[in-house]
């Protein structure tokens, strides 16, 4: 009896979870027109003997460094904020990882490890500054920033005097992995939840229109205003900031 009972406590629990995860996928894609695809996903490893190894990356690559976290099928090109294709993707894979394709006219983000991350984030808040969407993994935390051009980037990093090697910088072509997402490195969460824009041009012209205000996508600062509190954070982070795993 106990074990009918368990059993359905986890099936309601993974209904749950892949609900949650439709949801997270449509608010971006169609609420914020953030472009979003499903990454690959985690399947069961085993080691050389047949054993159960835990839990692997579903893609071919038997030494994946970023199990379940990154595109495959389809590929990241396929990513859009068309709400049938979201509702198609997660209704065929409903336990498949929320990624977010980053840079054009979505947000870029700035990851690095997380102990790094925590301290820079107490470094931020002590001067006020006020911060964007922050993901977090068991190993990495992510800052969301503002879009910016490789160009822009390149300009403020040949600034600095060095650039730990363990910051990653997640712009045009590259992607990051959103809550409630569940990979090969845990679960993935916000440690700073997105926060409206606030009496935005979006909203002010909804009341124009008569209507309810239009919703608008989450603030972003611009990553100028983080970068500096990440360098530090990350040079002075355990092993010079070298540590790579996500």
């Not at 099936?11 to 953030?34: I, M």
């Not at 984030?121 to 964007?132: I, Q």
């Not at 600062?221 to 900031?241: I, M, R």
């Amino acid at each position: 009896m106990r074990e009918i009972l368990g059993r359905r406590r986890r099936l309601r629990l993974r209904r749950k979870e892949a609900t949650a995860r439709l949801d997270a996928a449509l608010t971006c894609a169609t609420v914020w027109q953030w472009p979003v695809l499903p990454g690959v996903g985690t399947a069961q490893a085993a080691d050389p003997y047949g054993e159960s190894a835990g839990l692997g990356c579903a893609c071919p690559e038997p030494d994946c460094a970023v199990p379940g976290a990154h595109p495959f099928d389809p590929g990241l090109l396929a990513a859009t904020t068309d709400e049938r294709m979201v509702r198609w993707w997660w209704s065929n894979r409903p336990t498949a990882p929320v990624l977010l394709a980053t840079g054009g006219r979505a947000p870029c983000a700035v990851s690095l490890p997380a102990v790094a991350g925590a301290r820079a984030l107490s470094a931020l808040d002590a001067l006020g500054m006020r911060l964007g969407p922050v993901v977090a993994t068991p190993t990495r935390w992510s800052l969301l920033v503002a879009p910016y051009t490789l160009e822009r980037l390149g300009e403020l990093l040949y600034a600095k005097d060095w650039v730990p090697s363990s910051l990653r910088f997640h712009g045009e072509g590259g992607y990051l992995v959103l809550p409630p997402s569940r990979t090969g490195a845990g679960q993935v969460r916000w440690e700073r939840p997105p926060a409206p824009l606030g009496t935005s041009a979006s909203v002010a012209r909804g009341r124009a229109e008569g209507g309810a205000p239009a919703p608008a996508a989450p603030w972003l600062p611009d990553v100028e205003a983080v970068l500096d509190a990440l360098v530090e954070a990350s040079t002075g982070a355990p092993g010079g900031g070298s540590r790579l795993a996500y």
